[in-house]
T-cell receptor, first 111, second 117 residues
């Protein structure tokens, strides 16, 4: 079983829609949760970071963590064509340096 | 800061040839990570260094792969001999040692797209 599972998509939605991206993980030892955004032909860049259950907002982006279900989500409100990218969840154990990445979901926002 | 710099951006080589990928981390960062990204396996950690010392190379697929970090501003990933299944995008990332409640942000380079024919 993979340590983190993410639906690779692709996911295509109209501009202005609310987007929901999700990952599940298998081990409760993972305590740090991140979302990276990767544009085509670029390296991943950190979008959101959290280490606690609940919601964290940053502008149009909300990261949600449910540790009891081992489920993490990223919501994008008022989606824009510029949000079109691959979104990767990443998880990390306390005290570890290694990030474990999900497969990535390719998202397209259609004007 | 220019960010993490990788070279070359693209590399096309023939099976059996030696390939060397290069990385310059962000100045002041003391962790350096090498990743490989493929459609099938996603983004996988190959090896990481702390203060130029290799700490965990358990992700290196086989002995054909080697990585070095001779100083704080330069690292190489070498594949010898290369095989078609090594075709992938290779990323280098660097990070400052977290202080207090600092986040674990890894900053990625733009990657090297390797094609082994």
């Amino acid at each position: 079983q993979k340590e983190v599972e993410q639906d690779p998509g692709p996911l295509s939605v109209p501009e202005g829609a609310i987007v929901s991206l999700n990952c599940t993980y298998s081990n409760s030892a993972f305590q740090y949760f991140m979302w990276y955004r990767q544009y085509s032909r670029k390296g991943p860049e950190l979008l959101m970071y959290t280490y606690s259950s609940g919601n964290k907002e940053d502008g149009r982006f909300t990261a949600q963590v449910d540790k009891s279900s081992k489920y993490i989500s990223l919501f994008i409100r008022d989606s824009q064509p510029s949000d079109s990218a691959t979104y990767l969840c990443a998880i990390k154990r306390w005290g570890a340096q290694k990030l474990v990445f999900g497969q990535g979901t390719r998202l397209t926002i259609n004007p | 800061d220019a960010g993490v710099i990788q070279s070359p951006r693209h590399e096309v080589t023939e099976m059996g040839q030696e390939v060397t990928l290069r990385c310059k981390p962000i100045s002041g960062h003391d962790y350096l990570f090498w990743y490989r990204q493929t459609m099938m396996r996603g983004l996988e950690l190959l090896i990481y260094f702390n203060n130029n010392v290799p700490i965990d190379d358990s992700g290196m697929p086989e002995d054909r792969f080697s990585a070095k970090m001779p100083n704080a501003s330069f690292s190489t990933l070498k594949i010898q001999p290369s095989e078609p299944r090594d075709s992938a995008v290779y990323f280098c990332a660097s990070r400052r040692h977290p202080q207090g409640g600092a986040t674990n942000i890894q900053y990625f380079g733009a990657g090297t797209r390797l094609s082994v024919l």
